[in-house]
């Protein structure tokens, strides 16, 4: 813990992963845990883990990287995964920076300074958990929890070099997380490395009477599954993943990773999923829809901020909202709220679930022949800060790759495959069935 806090103090002036500390509470349970050192076989006993701001945490600030929750200092309860986490005797360092409200994949729209890559600071970390891909990549924390919608681990995982993991939608219990598209969103673990990454979703999965959606499963002991083993495992490699769009180096990253496969005696065919090209339009209307009902609760008077000088209660709704958004969220709002108005709703909000379940049902066609999905996580590697700020259409194409997976509610890990020639990282992207996060940690172990 102490030498988290080290490492903060030497990079976060430049990394600017995390937005508050939790320093004071965080040595004295340090060395509480350091008397009871033997005698304890917590899984995560005494280890520092970062937290990504959109989970809630019981008397720390959680602003979801929003003004509107700039003053929410003191919550009242701990996300379920937080409980989990202080059940195995990690210790919560601090809360990490993040796209307002996740929304975004650069971390440019965090409300206050995005974080960067700490593999080159030019370059942006991923988003929308850039801070907990930023955080373990700079060596702040070995483990953070992260949340992803359409991307939101894997994609700064890849741009950042770790592991990161999307499990199966209803696998971890989402009670406390701050809601942006509740039918996508999903809490994972990000690591230096894959067994880590199984131990971390060991510790957080699991049933929640507090979550209706967490799965009512047993949570196989992941850890175990990591037998190097990948022997006659089949891999489907979607053409639509290798397609235009996709760097040169991104390609050729993947290329070598499915010859590892085969030298390591695994086989691999080129599959379809041919629904993807809707992936983009669909996740959009969908996930802006749920967030326009998911934040209507942000309204001056229950939470964060609230505009001064209000004279009606209806201007004070207005003015809070107005100053308390960024552009980014107001602009997911208003897309949202159309989609769902009465005239609209047919055509585009359930003209859009019915392409979802097309989307579904291509994955479950490749997978009653094939194991595991492999393909990249991103088309490029990290981009320059400051290089699709004001083009939001280039910026959601970032997440073509990641959407459909969501989508599907099927899990999806990135895991490190290489390094493009300016020296960034490159995401292998290893997706599995429903609530088979097993094989998908098997295959990505064997390669790493
Ligand atoms: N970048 C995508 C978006 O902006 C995904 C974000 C996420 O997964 N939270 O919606």
Not at 154 to 175: D, E, I, M, N
Request: a negative charge; one cysteine or more.
């Amino acid at each position: 813990v102490e030498e988290s806090y080290k490492r903060i103090d030497e990079v976060d002036g430049e990394v600017k992963a995390f937005l508050t500390l939790n320093k004071e509470q965080a040595m004295e349970q340090a060395s509480q845990y350091d008397e009871e050192r033997g005698s304890d076989d917590a899984t995560l006993f005494g280890l520092p883990i970062g937290v990504k701001d959109n989970i809630v945490t019981k008397g720390l600030r959680t602003t979801a990287g929003s003004q509107i929750l700039d003053n929410f200092n003191d919550p009242l309860y701990n996300a379920t995964v937080v409980n989990k986490l202080n059940d195995a005797k990690s210790i919560t360092i601090g809360k990490l920076n993040m796209d307002e409200f996740a929304m975004g994949s650069s971390n440019e729209n965090s409300s206050y300074e995005g974080s960067r890559n700490p593999w080159n600071t030019d370059y942006v970390p991923g988003g929308s958990s850039g801070g907990s891909a930023a955080a373990v990549a700079a060596g702040e924390v070995p483990y953070s929890l992260g949340s992803d919608t359409g991307g939101s681990i894997r994609q700064p995982a890849a741009y950042c070099g770790v592991v990161g993991l999307k499990p199966t939608y209803g696998r971890v219990s989402r009670f406390g997380l701050i809601a942006f598209a509740s039918s996508l969103d999903q809490i994972g673990p990000i690591t230096r490395n894959v067994e880590d990454n199984a131990f971390l979703l060991e510790t957080i999965a699991g049933h929640d009477h507090m979550d209706s959606t967490s799965a009512n499963l047993e949570v196989p002991k992941y850890s175990e599954s990591l037998t190097g083993d990948v022997k006659g495992m089949k891999i489907g490699v979607p053409k639509e993943y290798l397609g235009e769009g996709v760097a040169p180096e991104v390609k050729e990253a993947v290329q070598a990773a499915l010859k590892k496969y085969e030298e390591l005696g695994a086989t691999w065919e080129e599959v379809s999923l041919p629904h993807s090209k809707y992936a983009l339009s669909t996740y959009y209307l969908i996930s802006s829809s749920e967030a326009s009902a998911n934040l209507a609760r942000f309204d001056g008077v229950r939470y964060g901020k609230r505009a001064e000088d209000a004279e009606t209660m209806l201007d004070m709704f207005k003015r809070s909202r107005a100053e308390g958004f960024g552009d980014e969220v107001k602009r997911r709002i208003m897309l949202g709220t159309f989609a769902l108005s009465s005239g609209y709703y047919d055509a585009y909000y359930k003209k859009a679930q019915q392409v979802r379940t097309l989307i579904k049902n291509d994955f479950e066609k490749v997978f009653a022949d094939y194991d595991v999905i492999i393909g990249p996580t991103t088309p490029t590697p990290a981009f320059k800060v400051g290089d699709k700020v004001d083009d939001p259409m280039t910026m959601y194409a970032n997440d073509i790759l990641t959407i459909p997976v969501n989508l599907a509610g099927v899990p999806g890990i990135s895991v490190p495959c290489g390094f493009s020639e300016a020296g960034l990282p490159i995401g292998l992207q290893i997706i599995g069935k429903h609530f088979d996060e097993a094989t998908v940690y098997r295959a990505a172990h064997a390669f790493e």
